[in-house]
């Protein structure tokens, strides 16, 4: 990485030195495809530069849909025996390029879904990594569909990693957000461990849907002072009805971003971009890995 921008926000390294910021753990959504695989890669390679652990995770399930006649116990029990032997192999692959990163593993039956979800409960999980294909169909209905669903529902960040992204360190970063004010408990905190780790510059895309838009970054106030961010960088983005996934993209690729982030929100038009449907379309255009961070739910 470039050494100007590895350096340029100098405010971030002092604040990771004063308050010692880890990334405790990262789940990792997988199901021993390449996508998951590169997914697990990039979660691997944070994990790398934060000394934090990583947690691949597995989920056995019987297919919901299949034209084969299944004697469902014995062959849930053939798939979980055979799943625990793919994580070993899957693990003992990633463990010889990432030595220095703890992995633990975890297949179980059930949906990955809602074992993340009940992971994502425990109060040393940071953030959740899935992979995301664009031209597999199989995997856009089945697993893009549980990385979407899961970003923006679940308590934690989800990172959803686009098929064949090559990881680069994260340099900079962009909040797109719509004026509305961003709470601290929508997970700015790992968006803070990620700058901390990497020294990220912060952009911030405020994408304007009013009719006469208003030049006002006021609702990030908790956001700087959260992440000690003296530089802000703000840019405000007209919305065009229909073309807020491009328009965000576009920004994404002029300025260089290596994650973007949008937090999920009921009753704005950025929660309607982050309907499944939606963020389907974000996830499986964009170039680069998109964070979903989520409003606190009771």
Known sequence: MNKDIRFENHAFREFRKKHLIMIENIIVAVDYSTISENAAKYALSIA???KSRVTLVNGTHIPLISDVQFDITASLDAMHAESKVNMKNFASKLRKKFSG???????????????????????????VVMGIGKYDKFSEVVFGSTSTALAGTVGIPVIIVPEGYKYRPIGRMCLAFDGNKVPANTGIKSVADIAATFGSKMY?????????????????????TLLNDEDRNVHFLKNVKGKTVELIEDFGKRYKINLMIMVAREHNFLWRLMNERNTKKMAFTTTRPLMVLAEKRK
């Open 101 to 127: 990163v703890k992995i633990t593993e975890v297949v179980e039956v059930g949906f990955v879904g809602e074992i993340i979800r009940k992971m994502a409960k425990k109060s040393d999980s940071s953030m």
């Open 48 to 50: 790398a530069a934060g």
């Open 204 to 224: 911030y895309a405020h994408v304007m849907d009013e009719a006469v838009p208003i030049k006002d970054d006021s609702s990030l106030k908790s956001v700087y």
